[in-house]
């Protein structure tokens, strides 16, 4: 299985993304599909988790901000970020949860102030 995360970019303190992931080689639709980010310097943490049953759990820190959301039939897993804010800065993954596929490269998102 390949993941591939898109959709990142420059975007204003306040704006927001969308950012997408397709997993390609097996469907995954009885996993728990999950996005992680890794700010420079720091480790990868856990961001958002959307279950088969489409029940979804957030950080702390984005939660009422970012969404997670999945096309199983498209094999694909989305995060809408709003409101971000600089401390959003980071690559972003997706993966299942716990993480047990292999990492794709990831997506940038930088927020400016």
């Known amino acids: 299985v390949q993941l591939q995360a898109s959709g990142g970019g420059l975007v204003q303190a306040g704006g927001s993304l969308r950012l997408s992931c397709a997993a390609s080689g097996s469907p995954f639709v009885f996993a728990t599909m999950a996005w992680y980010r890794q700010a420079p310097g720091k480790g990868r943490e856990w961001v958002a988790t959307?279950?088969?049953?489409?029940?979804?759990r957030y950080a702390d820190s984005v939660k009422g901000r970012f969404t997670i959301s999945r096309n199983i039939a498209e094999n694909m897993v989305y995060l809408e970020l709003a409101s971000v804010e600089p401390k959003d800065t980071a690559v972003y993954y997706c993966?299942?949860?716990?993480?047990?596929?292999?990492w794709g490269q990831g997506t940038q998102v930088t927020v400016s102030s």
């Open positions: 993966n299942t949860n716990p993480p047990t596929l292999q």
């Open positions: 959307m279950t088969r049953n489409s029940r979804t």
